[in-house]
């Protein structure tokens, strides 16, 4: 147990594009993998990540660790 730690969804948020373009090291890896696994509102938000930043590449995410999800949302709604 002691290579756990729970994160909190705005940590996962704060890192999830990091952890889509696999630069997080194996045991926080495991803590968010950990992490999506109960918790469906993150498991959501890094789907959607993982199909936006295929679409649209490294825009919104870098900005000082802060994930403006809306934006992101609303820009996948603009493209249907
Ligand atoms: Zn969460």
Do not use: W
């Amino acid at each position: 147990m002691l290579n756990f730690k729970l994160l909190t969804c705005q940590e996962v948020a704060t890192v999830a594009s990091d952890y889509l373009d696999k630069h997080i090291d194996g045991k926080l890896g495991l803590n968010i993998r950990l992490h999506l696994m109960m918790c469906a509102n993150c498991r959501r938000f890094v789907k959607h990540l993982q199909l936006t930043t295929k679409v649209v590449p490294h825009l919104v995410y870098k900005n000082q660790g802060t994930v403006d999800a809306e934006a992101v949302l609303k820009r996948i709604k603009e493209k249907r």
